[in-house]
């Protein structure tokens, strides 16, 4: 059974008298455990199919089912509730909460879950950052941050891990680590992970490519298994 | 707890702006706690110093004032002298202007205290009782208040003695022209004393001119003496001598000239058997004792009055005669009735010939409520009598200390009213500022799966929190302040003055009387709870403005913005 179906989903936007279409009648299927980079430049829509996903945002036309249920229809609170036990997002700029410790930006997303102070450290050794648990955002390097935040996302043993463009403010040397370690550890965790990126040589290692360009998918590829 | 640091960490490590948030609450808070105190305090020294009336274990006083209208007489149902206006006023005060030569031989030292009722004229005694039988009137009490002329000097000359010389004066006048009848005379007159005028119509030929004019010998002598006989009265040369005789003059001179220094204080006649209800009570005394009942040459002196004349507890002060002991010193109540010295009612009343004779009737009802029955039934028995409630008296007193209470009155509310709305529109818009400056942060905790509720929760609570230590923080800083005052409290004055300047009389019948009151600034918890509850409120308003805010984000448009 597949995690995510969606069936001609489409976002408009209104921009003054223009109405942008950011998704334009997007048909996906995404299968549990999955990798899936959606691939594009900027502005083709991916952010946009990521916040849909993510159950940040609703689609303006369009069904999307995810593990059975219906997320178009679904209330805030159930939404709230989703994105806190069943998704884990990864930013382009980190978003850590800058007057948050590293351990404390875990925090943020497990004390809602009802997790602990221990498993958010658990989950800062996990990503290598132990020692630096105490250190507030500012401190940290660009990949160290990533790394919390990816232990964020993780800590909750999410299905879904989102990721937005996570390597985009790295150098490539420690954007390929961040991948390796998000890919790594979300095979570990079981969870599914679904990167946005305009990177075609970080697409290129993923088993699943999904290619966008001004709102369609023009592409979806998937690794044969070798 | 993890939501609490969180809470913590927003405030500890976003100083800058907790800083500015909490020093606005907290002088907003401060401004309210001090004003309040302040306005507090003055109400207390207000309450002390201008509710002349309750100090004195009084709700009214009545008095018998001079009308300006000169038609409506005094004399009505017993009370008052008769006649009416300020004739009255003036006459009763005149006794200062009597003849200065009953003071003693002119030339001698003289000291005499003149006693005036100044504007509040006196009345018999007896106008008490027919108060007293009032209903609602539990007690009443006499009294006299008076304005005392102290003079001092060497009794003038009155009489001025002048002795003038014997002065002996010459009178010369001249003559008109003879008539012609007086002419005709004069020549029938000459005729028969042999002397003939005019042409000779006789043989004594040498003419008129020699005999008349040089004439010889006898002859000629014989001729003059004959003219000045006949020479009618009027024409006769007058010429006299007068000596008039040394005199001595005696003129009273007005005005007198003196050396004579006056100076003015003002007297009351207590009765002293009635020690909690007087134009002074015992609970003024704040020095030796309130006058004995028996009612002995004793003597009350206001703490002010002592102090400018150097006087204490056992001093005399001798009054026209009679030595008095000061017994005790007394802070009266301002207004109406305070006095400088304080003498037993029947002493005053013999001292200033005003024997049963009384300026003032304190009324104590027989409960607050009724107070204003009271003055109007004592309205009704006495027409001409003027009756005056604390409030009444209250109102005749000036000085900086009224005008702080009036200002406080006035300005305080409005001040701390614009304090309190300005320290919360500064804690609601830096609320505001900060939710803008972090629809990323709020973005992000609801994408980790926040609800609108918790979202909503820690940022009210981080308003709350401010609010909170806004409330301490200017809590303390009020308290400072009022200790502040309450250290070095400036002075207030306030002065009444009773009666009014005639302008006819000659002498001044304006009482005034000044107290300093030292500013404190009592804090009250009632104050403290409401400055604290104002900074709760302040970051409560604050806090609700900036979730709402918060509350209205959509998370992908918050992770949006950043893009």
């Known amino acids: 059974m597949n995690l995510y179906e969606l069936k001609d989903v489409a976002r408009y936007f209104q921009r003054g008298p223009t109405t942008v279409r950011a998704l334009d009648d997007v048909t996906l299927e995404i299968e549990p455990g999955e990798f899936v980079a959606l691939e594009g430049p900027s502005g083709s829509g991916k952010t946009t199919l990521l916040q849909i996903l993510g159950a940040l945002d609703r689609p303006s036309a369009g069904t999307v089912t995810f593990d059975g249920s219906d997320l178009v229809t679904q209330p805030d609170s159930a939404l709230a509730e989703l994105r806190l036990r069943s998704f884990g997002f990864v930013f382009q700029q980190f978003n850590l909460i800058p007057t948050l410790t590293a351990v404390e930006n875990v925090e943020a997303k497990l004390a809602p879950a009802g997790g602990t102070r221990d498993r958010a450290l658990e989950l800062l050794a996990e990503v290598g950052l132990a020692e630096r648990a105490d250190h507030l955002p500012g401190h940290l390097s660009g990949g160290e941050q990533q790394r919390v935040a990816i232990a964020r996302a993780l800590s909750v043993e999410p299905r879904v891990v989102l990721a937005d463009e996570p390597t985009g403010n790295l150098d490539s040397a420690t954007g390929g680590e961040i991948i390796d370690l998000l890919a790594n550890l979300a095979a570990e965790h079981g969870s599914t992970v679904i990167v946005a990126t305009h990177d075609a040589s970080l697409a290129a290692r993923a088993p699943r490519r999904v290619a966008m360009r001004d709102g369609k998918l023009v592409d979806n590829v998937r690794a044969v298994p070798a | 707890m993890f939501y609490l640091r969180y809470l913590r960490n927003e405030l500890v490590r976003r100083r800058t702006r907790t800083i500015v948030t909490l020093v606005g609450l907290g002088l907003g808070v401060a401004l309210v706690v001090a004003i309040a105190s302040l306005s507090k305090g003055l109400d207390r020294a207000q309450h002390r110093t201008l509710d002349p009336l309750a100090g004195i274990g009084t709700d009214l006083t009545v008095t018998l004032q001079p009308q300006q209208q000169q038609d409506q007489g005094f004399g009505g149902g017993g009370f008052g002298p008769g006649g009416g206006g300020n004739r009255d006023l003036i006459r009763s005060n005149l006794s200062v202007l009597t003849d200065l030569s009953k003071l003693g031989k002119p030339g001698t030292h003289f000291v005499h205290d003149f006693f005036l009722p100044g504007t509040q004229l006196t009345f018999p005694q007896s106008a008490a009782q027919q108060i007293a039988s009032l209903d609602s009137v539990q ?111 005696k003129q009273v001179l007005n005005p007198p000239q003196t050396n004579i220094s006056t100076t003015a204080y003002t007297i009351g006649g207590v009765d002293q058997t009635s020690p909690n209800m007087g134009v002074v009570t015992t609970a003024q005394v704040t020095k030796g004792t309130f006058l004995s009942p028996a009612g002995g040459e004793e003597a009350l002196v206001a703490t002010s009055y002592a102090a400018k004349h150097s006087l204490k507890v056992g001093s005399k002060l001798n009054l026209n005669g009679t030595t008095f002991t000061i017994v005790g010193l007394v802070s009266p109540p301002l207004g109406g009735q305070s006095a400088d010295v304080y003498l037993p009612l029947r002493k005053l009343q013999t001292l200033a010939s005003e ?159 000044t107290r300093s009151v030292s500013l404190t600034a009592p804090v ?33 448009d918050a992770l949006r913005q950043v893009e």
Not at chain 2, 410 to 426: I, T
Not at chain 2, 544 to 552: E, F, I, V
């Open chain 2, 139 to 249: 007690k009443t009490s006499t009294g006299l208040t008076l304005l005392a002329e102290h003079q001092e000097g060497v009794v003038p000359k009155i009489v001025a003695t002048l002795k003038t010389q014997a002065k002996t004066l010459t009178i010369q006048r001249n003559l008109p022209r003879p008539t012609a009848k007086d002419f005709a005379q004069m020549q029938a007159c000459l005729q028969k004393a042999g002397v003939t005028l005019g042409r000779p119509q006789t043989q004594q030929g040498q003419g008129f001119g020699n005999g008349f004019g040089g004439g010889t010998g006898q002859r000629n002598d014989a001729n003059r003496q004959a003219f000045q006989q006949c020479l009618p009265a009027s024409m006769r040369r007058f010429r006299t001598r007068v000596t008039t005789p040394s005199q001595t003059l």
């Open chain 2, 524 to 556: 009250g918890i009632t104050v403290l709870a409401i400055g604290f509850g104002l900074a709760l409120l302040g970051g409560l308003i604050a806090g609700t403005a900036g979730a709402l805010r918060a509350a209205r984000l959509r998370p992908a």
């Open chain 2, 355 to 513: 024997k049963n004779l009384a300026n003032v009737i304190l009324v104590h009802a027989k409960s607050s409520s009724d107070v204003a029955k009271v003055k109007q039934e004592i309205q009704q028995a006495l027409p001409q009598a003027q009756v005056a409630s604390s409030k009444d008296v209250a109102d005749t007193i000036s000085g900086s200390l009224v005008d702080a209470s009036n200002l406080s009155h006035d300005l305080g509310l409005a001040l701390s009213v614009v304090a309190a709305v300005a320290a919360f529109l500064l804690a609601a818009l830096l609320a505001l500022s900060s939710v803008g400056k972090r629809v990323r942060e709020l973005g992000t905790l609801k994408a980790l799966g926040w609800t609108q509720r918790m979202v909503v929760r820690q940022i009210a609570g981080e308003s709350l929190a401010t609010g909170i230590l806004g409330g301490i923080f200017g809590i303390g800083l009020g308290v400072l302040v009022a200790v502040a005052v309450d250290a070095f409290g400036p002075s207030l004055t306030a002065s009444s003055s009773t009666g009014s300047d005639f302008a006819n009389l000659g002498v001044s019948t304006v009482r005034t009387a």
